[in-house]
């Protein structure tokens, strides 16, 4: 598709170029043939009047007649200079148009991917619940002797799948909407904004017994609020997800002179080095194996972490080690 659209705008670049090229070339050729001619006249009347003076002698006029034909001459070697330029711009056009035509869609063609990769990610990610589903209910309908007890098992296993997949069509609109939208930026204090994170999180970090500790210097900076609490509250559920029981997680401000850096840090299993470059990354999840019984997320939360700093021109980093703990750094403009 994309191939054809780059030879459709090649096409049209050199519909541009050729019509201004060969307007040019019919305006140059006239100016100089309209020289020509007056030129080519003048040469006539000399000869007629050269002809009459000498008509009894009989004498050719050599120079006259050469002169007559040194003009018709170059007016050959025009037309043929201005074809040959017509083809160079049109070969040297060609070429340029193309590769042009395939710098402007590249950027498109880009966004297409990455619209192709993101809705086979999300129907690969629906289809696993789904189909545990379809096959749960299928299995139980053939079953004749289904008794009351089974039934209610049955619809609460289904009631878990749907709130798995409720789940991951409200973070796939989290995420879409973190994509479109500029956000509306507003002056923001850190502690506000970490205070109504950690307030998300402490049930979840109730449960395991886990203290969130904060070490704040209270900065204001620019952002929209929802946005920044929920890149807290994602950074802040990963770090208890992935934390053992009654171990601790830090938020401390750690700002320089134009940036506010927030490090959230955690004392859980860590990511393995081969991981790092790819956390970030949507749907992608290190070492399922290791993680799956305690967490159960979708592999979605980070780069929706990572796109609400980057909206806010800001960036989001990570240190980590295998069953030490790991370290989050969001980096934010100051005011
Ligand atoms: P998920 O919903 O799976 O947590 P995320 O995008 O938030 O998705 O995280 C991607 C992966 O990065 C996780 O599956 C996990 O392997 C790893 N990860 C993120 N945060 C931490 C952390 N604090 N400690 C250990 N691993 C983490």
Redesign the pocket.
């Known amino acids: 598709m994309f191939h054809s659209t780059r030879i459709k705008l090649t096409a049209w670049y050199l519909l541009i170029i050729m019509s201004v090229s060969i307007l040019f070339s019919i305006t140059i050729y006239s100016g100089i043939n309209r020289e020509l001619k007056r030129i080519e006249t003048f040469q006539k009347i000399r000869q007629e009047r050269f002809e009459n003076r000498f008509r009894d002698f009989s004498i050719p006029p050599p120079q006259i007649q050469q002169g007559l034909e040194e003009i018709q001459n170059s007016r050959e070697h025009l037309i043929l200079v201005l074809v040959f330029i017509n083809i160079g711009i049109f070969i040297l056009s060609g070429g340029a148009g193309y590769f042009l035509a395939g710098r402007t869609l590249l950027p498109i063609q880009e966004m297409v991917d990455e619209q192709n990769r993101f809705i086979t990610d999300a129907s690969h990610e629906l289809r696993t619940p789904l189909t545990s589903l379809r096959s749960e209910i299928e299995v139980n309908l053939r079953d004749k002797n289904l008794t009351l007890a089974q039934t209610k098992k049955l619809l609460e296993s289904n009631l878990e799948e749907v709130i798995s997949l409720q789940t991951l069509s409200d973070t796939l609109i989290t995420l879409t909407r973190h994509k479109k939208t500029q956000a509306a930026f507003i002056k923001l204090s850190l502690s506000m904004v970490i205070a109504e994170a950690v307030k998300k999180i402490a049930p979840l970090a109730k449960q395991k017994h886990i203290t969130i500790t904060t070490k704040l210097r209270d900065s204001i900076f620019e952002g929209e609020k929802q946005s920044i609490v929920e890149l807290f509250i ?2 802040l ?3 208890v ?3 053992p029981k009654n171990s601790k997680v830090t938020i401390a401000e750690e700002s320089s002179d134009s940036f506010l850096i927030v490090a959230v840090t ?1 004392c ?4 393995g080095q081969k ?1 790092i470059p790819h ?2 990354n949507r749907f ?4 399922k194996a290791r ?1 799956k019984s305690q ?1 159960g ?7 929706i ?1 990572k796109k609400i700093a980057e909206t806010h021109k800001g960036s989001i980093s990570v240190e ?1 080690k295998i069953n030490k ?2 370290i ?1 750094r969001v980096k934010l403009p100051i005011l």
């Open positions: 994602i950074l559920d990963n770090a997800k992935y934390s955690d859980g299993i860590g990511i991981d956390i970030f992608y999840q290190a070492d993680q967490a997320g979708y592999g979605l939360g980070l780069s972490a980590s703990g790991s989050f």
